[in-house]
């Protein structure tokens, strides 16, 4: 069982990974939208990826969904709760959302 | 628009600073990071889509005598929303709202007051009328003179008047008090030492200080101009103190503290756009 599983979790990172390339290259050209694509991609064939959930995360904060974007954060922290990157575009996030929150309950 | 965090400004650079260094040092051990600028958006607290036009018309204004408020508010904020919000920016003279206040306090005192010459016939004061006759202060002095005109902005009647004068757009109004203020006592400074081997040290130092300033308490007020009604209001209150010795002018002061509060206002009104920088991980 070990043995037939093995490729195919690597495989599935190997996917995801390609998405993810994909999408930084793209995000670097501004286009976030074809970026959110790649990386939802690739949460969806390695659902243990982090860092593709924080990239997903920066994105959807830069589209203006703070739900999704905390969502996406909190979940690469989860995977991945040693990253100092992931922890710190957090704290950034939580900031400006924070920010949001308290402004729609004025 | 790019909104700039008033308070927060160091603790985000502290943690950017931080986040800089931590990617330059996964850099160095091979784990690929790209550092990209973000523009967070932050949508506006207000739903003002049904307006297209806003009419900044005046504030109730006092203080300060070497600051005309009510005239450079107006002016500031219209330029603001010029260039930083999708309203059209109606040009109007700034209306004279204490004035405004003061004919309609007259006029509603005069209502209430009992007819003369009518024998003693008794006439009673509804709760409303008591608080229309009271006399609001000529001169606006601090916090307390400024209040009582509050109820302009309730009178729905006269705001939709001025609404239909200018076809229905957004109006934004309310009081601005800038006020010269003044506070002595013990403040920590930081102060540079040597010692005998002529390294230098900064403590920390207690020192007893005379400091004046001024004081910003703006209360925005944002009225329907098809109805008359107010939709929202926003107060702020901000304060600078200088040494006593600080000759800065007023007008500098003045503008200070409302670059402090303008981001806020902004963003009662219309999207605003926070930059930053975030790492992406492979």
Redesign the interface.
Known sequence: MALTTTPLLADGRTDA?EQ??FG?NV??RGLWREAIYRWEKAVELDPKY??AF??LG?AY????Q?DKARRAYEKAMALDPN????R??Y???K??ND??VQ??D? | MTARFSRKTNSTLAVAGVALVCAAFAAGCGVEVYEVPVETPIPAKLDISAFQRVLVAGFVAGGSEDVDTNQETVRLLRSQLRTKSGLRVIDADPMQLVDVAQEQNKAATADAAPPAAEGPSVRTTTPAETTAATSLPQKIKDEKDIEPYDRLFANTAYWKRIGEEYQNPLIVTGTVLFAPRSSSGLVTREQEVYDGLGRRRVIPTRVYMERKGFMLRPKFVFIDGRTGATISSLSRREEVLYSAQNETPALSSYFELMDRIVPDFLGTLSTQKIKGTRVLLK
């Open positions: 990974r993810v390339e930084i995000a670097q982090a860092a924080n990239d920066i904060e830069h589209e203006g703070l990253n100092t990157q992931i710190q575009n704290d950034l996030f900031e400006i920010r949001a402004s729609k004025k």
